[in-house]
């Protein structure tokens, strides 16, 4: 704001523009969970009905929490979908933010984020609460519901790139496939055995990972990777 401006009109204008986009991003981002979580159903009972050899101890499941968070049970692994519900920005050095897309129209800028991170499904079972979670994906989407994915394997290169169409129901289906799929591809490694040969009471009582619980191996989000 200039100081030639008027204070009550520059603020008049940027609620009628950017507090008008972030509102409308919301709406996109609360739809495109429920989207989201309905299309991860339809995943699980497709791969269910294609399971021929069926242990009842290796589930599958979609579990509602709330509004901004559910749960996709993938045998050992569990996905948890969390919704962020503040409209944010990237880092000004994001690609996303030098893109002709954003540059055409700085309102685009503004973005909701679904977040995936990747569990043990045993640390929840028993509650261990030191165990890590792997962010595996972020999903980004603006007021014209224009989307792209941060991601690993697949997701860093299919949607890295903004969408030239809003995201559609045949998007989050396939989204929804490949974080499962990475779930289970990622497998668990044990710590190393001088790293667990002294354990505290403490360690023991609260069952931690050094106890065993491991970590999984080949999490790396697209934006950390070396670009050549």
Same mark, same amino acid.
């Given at each position: 704001?200039?100081?030639?401006?008027?204070?009550?009109?520059?603020?008049?204008?940027? $609620?009628?523009?950017?507090?008008?986009?972030?509102?409308?991003?919301?709406?996109?981002?609360?739809?495109?969970?429920?989207?989201?979580?309905?299309?991860?159903?339809?995943?699980?009972?497709? =791969? %269910?009905?294609?399971?021929?050899?069926?242990?009842?101890?290796?589930?599958?499941?979609?579990?509602?929490?709330?509004?901004?968070?559910?749960?996709?049970?993938?045998?050992?692994?569990?996905?948890?979908?969390?919704?962020?519900? %503040?409209?944010? $920005?990237?880092?000004?050095?994001?690609? +996303? %933010?030098?893109?002709?897309?954003?540059?055409?129209?700085?309102?685009?800028?503004?973005?909701?984020?679904?977040?995936?991170?990747?569990?043990?499904?045993?640390?929840?079972?028993? %509650?261990?609460?030191?165990?890590?979670?792997?962010?595996?994906?972020?999903?980004?989407?603006? +007021?014209?519901?224009?989307?792209?994915?941060?991601?690993?394997?697949?997701?860093?290169?299919?949607?890295?790139?903004?969408?030239?169409?809003?995201?559609?129901?045949?998007?989050?289906?396939? =989204?929804?496939?490949?974080?499962?799929?990475?779930?289970?591809?990622?497998?668990?490694?044990?710590?190393?055995?001088?790293?667990?040969?002294? =354990?505290?009471?403490?360690?023991?009582?609260?069952?931690?990972?050094?106890?065993?619980?491991? +970590?999984?191996?080949?999490?790396?989000?697209?934006?950390?990777?070396?670009?050549?």
């Amino acid at each position: 704001m200039s100081l030639e401006q008027d204070p009550i009109k520059h603020i008049a204008r940027l $609620i009628e523009t950017k507090s008008a986009v972030k509102q409308q991003t919301f709406r996109n981002l609360c739809q495109n969970f429920k989207t989201l979580e309905k299309e991860a159903k339809k995943v699980v009972s497709k =791969i %269910n009905a294609e399971l021929t050899s069926k242990d009842k101890d290796v589930t599958l499941a979609v579990t509602r929490i709330n509004d901004r968070e559910f749960h996709v049970k993938v045998a050992g692994d569990l996905l948890v979908f969390l919704m962020h519900t %503040n409209i944010i $920005i990237l880092d000004s050095a994001h690609g +996303y %933010n030098k893109s002709p897309f954003v540059e055409e129209n700085a309102m685009r800028k503004y973005l909701g984020q679904i977040n995936i991170y990747n569990f043990m499904a045993d640390s929840f079972k028993y %509650n261990r609460l030191n165990d890590p979670g792997y962010l595996i994906a972020r999903l980004f989407c603006n +007021y014209e519901n224009h989307f792209l994915v941060e991601g690993e394997r697949q997701l860093s290169f299919m949607y890295e790139k903004v969408s030239e169409k809003p995201i559609s129901n045949t998007d989050l289906n396939i =989204i929804a496939q490949l974080v499962m799929s990475q779930s289970i591809d990622n497998d668990l490694v044990t710590a190393p055995f001088p790293d667990i040969r002294v =354990i505290s009471l403490h360690q023991k009582i609260e069952k931690t990972q050094a106890l065993g619980g491991g +970590y999984k191996i080949g999490f790396q989000m697209s934006y950390q990777q070396k670009i050549d």
